[in-house]
């Protein structure tokens, strides 16, 4: 069976998942990149999840997982989704800034423009 690393080791994430920390934070900045991380480390939990519900099930529908693993497996998926939804938002809030930046940055040539104008008149 597949264990992330450093399972049964008390490390810390930072060390543990350093390479993809470094890769996802040059990508898309330390914030988003982190979250890239965190939503990597749910993902192996809900397979780890996944392959335990194959083993445990519920005692009314063996065909499901028992109620326990279905609701850590809603609560990881709900997870994700908060993480995605805090990552869309900063992307936009990002992309908002670098507007407004080229926006003041235009206008402000715009007005060094007419400055000059004005004082050749």
């Given at each position: 069976m597949w264990l992330p690393a450093g399972v049964g080791v008390d490390v810390s994430v930072f060390y543990d998942r350093q390479q993809e920390l470094e890769k996802y934070e040059f990508m898309m900045g330390e914030a988003r990149g982190r979250l890239a991380v965190t939503l990597d480390m749910l993902t192996d939990a809900?397979?780890?999840?996944?392959?335990?519900?194959?083993?445990?099930?519920?005692?009314?529908?063996?065909?499901?997982?028992?109620?326990?693993?279905?609701?850590?497996?809603?609560?990881?998926?709900?997870?994700?989704?908060?993480?995605?939804?805090?990552?869309e938002r900063l992307r936009l809030d990002k992309e908002e800034r670098l507007r407004l930046d080229k926006e003041a940055s235009l206008q402000g040539a715009a007005?060094?423009?007419?400055?000059?104008k004005s004082g050749l008149a």
């Open positions: 809900l397979i780890l999840v996944g392959q335990h519900a194959v083993y445990c099930t519920s005692a009314r529908d063996r065909g499901a997982p028992a109620l326990d693993v279905q609701a850590v497996l809603k609560e990881i998926n709900g997870a994700k989704e908060l993480v995605g939804a805090v990552m007005d060094k423009s007419e400055a000059a």
